[in-house]
């Protein structure tokens, strides 16, 4: 964390399996230059993603039960708006303190509020603190004592993207004008056939509304995970205060199945380059992954990044495992969004999954994504059964070469 920018502390009081909640309001907002108070940020701001807890991505829910927090949010980003984190901050406690009375295993606890810069990107946090031992509040909820926080003392915690959120609405506003206009067009099209008595056709028409729809859907170009403007954070064992905090903050787990395991084994490859002293290993580690993946049951097997990296591990010798010990915090990071757990696709699967051939006097193989019927590095031919290789590794090619010179067949 560069900059703190705001920083609010309310407290929600509730026990377990009672249906009362009730909020003890800060008066005004901390003073973001306070020694404790930036104490405070700092350590919950550097929680996310640290072993102990699960981070996942996601979005603002489009429907069913959304609140009022993603307003606020908008709000907090637009110049024109008159939001302020205090404001955002008290809307919040009602949809927490509305959502704890309906979950009978969920507690209170200090709910902190920052906004902060960081690398030049803005977030807003939202974690909830057990109240006891973790800090102290005077009346006007200030800190006045802070230990160091750890995973047991955070309940939840949701972080937001500013400008990744401020990009996501960008693109929302842009596709619903794009689809408007495209249906005004259909209209007009349609009207001035039916006067012509001409039968209606709008193919450029029906490819904006496809675009827009692709859009509006968030879905990744080149099949790539959506950079998801919001991160969820919770203790592993608390699913329970895990899914009211997000209910109550409008969320909703985002990234398909399919784009998460597309996007671990995109990933896996870049981070084993980016190491020299296992990158020549590439292909096997990736196999290995792969291999676990395929171990999963059929019907919802759950990829564990935990797994993953073990998985991974068993591809080279024991001296190079201490190589793959930030495996786990890349793949779950920002940049990559690789969620602790998650569904695994077999359909992505199978684009990874490898195909073996061997007679007698060679063997190849190679990964189904690799063959096709044109524009792929393996060509096969549906007509005459056979596989042409179009792109050669330059030692493969010097190989062949110096034998057919060998024979006299160059």
């Not at 407290?11 to 009672?18: G, W, Y």
């Not at 489009?62 to 009022?68: H, K, T």
């Not at 201490?322 to 695994?344: P, R």
């Not at 696709?345 to 990874?352: G, P």
Request: aromatic share 6%; proline share 3%; hydrophobic share 40%.
């Amino acid at each position: 964390m560069d900059v703190l920018k705001g920083a609010v502390i309310h407290s929600l009081d509730k026990k377990a399996h009672v249906s009362s909640a009730s909020i003890r309001w800060a008066r005004k907002v901390l003073n973001p230059a306070d020694d404790m108070v930036l104490k405070l940020a700092e350590q919950l701001a550097d929680l996310v993603g640290k072993d102990g807890n699960s981070v996942l991505w996601g979005q603002f829910q489009r429907a069913s039960r959304q609140g009022d927090f993603p307003g606020a949010v908008s709000g907090l980003i637009d110049p024109s708006d008159s939001t302020t984190l205090m404001g955002l901050s008290k809307v919040t406690m009602v949809e927490l303190r509305d959502q704890a009375k309906v979950k009978p295993g969920a507690t209170g606890g200090h709910i902190f509020f920052g906004h902060f810069e960081s690398r030049g990107t803005e977030y807003l946090l939202v974690a909830m603190i057990k109240q006891k031992g973790a800090i102290t509040l005077t009346r006007d909820m200030r800190p006045t004592a802070i230990k160091e926080i750890d995973m047991s003392k955070l309940h939840q915690a949701a972080r937001i993207n500013l400008v990744r959120y401020q990009e996501h609405l960008a693109a929302e506003a842009a596709a619903a004008a794009a689809k408007a206009e495209a249906e005004d067009s259909t209209a007009l099209a349609l009207s001035s056939e039916a006067a012509a008595d001409v039968s209606p056709q709008a193919p450029e028409t029906e490819a904006v509304e496809n675009a827009s729809e692709d859009t509006g859907s968030g879905a990744a170009m080149d099949g790539s995970i959506e950079k998801s403007y919001l991160c969820f954070v919770n203790r592993k064992g608390r699913e329970e205060v895990a899914d009211y905090f997000i209910d109550a903050l409008g969320c909703q787990k985002g990234t398909s199945s399919s784009q998460m395991t597309t996007g671990l084994l995109r990933s896996l490859r870049e981070f084993v380059r980016s190491k020299s002293a296992i990158a020549s290993a590439q292909t096997e580690i990736k196999q290995g992954v792969v291999d676990y993946m395929q171990s999963l049951p059929e019907e919802n097997g759950v990829v564990r990044l935990d797994e993953v990296v073990q998985a991974a591990k068993s591809k080279v010798a024991p001296q190079l495992h201490a190589e793959f010990d930030d495996l786990k915090s890349f793949l779950n990071s920002e940049a990559h969004g690789i969620q602790d757990e998650f569904v695994l696709s077999r359909t992505a699967l199978k684009a990874h999954v490898r195909i073996n051939a061997k007679k007698s006097n060679w063997g190849l193989w190679f990964e189904t994504s690799a063959v096709g019927i044109a524009n792929s590095e393996l060509l096969y031919n549906v007509d005459r059964k056979t596989l042409t290789l179009t792109s050669l590794p330059p030692g493969a090619i010097e190989s062949i070469e110096q034998t057919l010179r060998a024979r006299g067949q160059m």
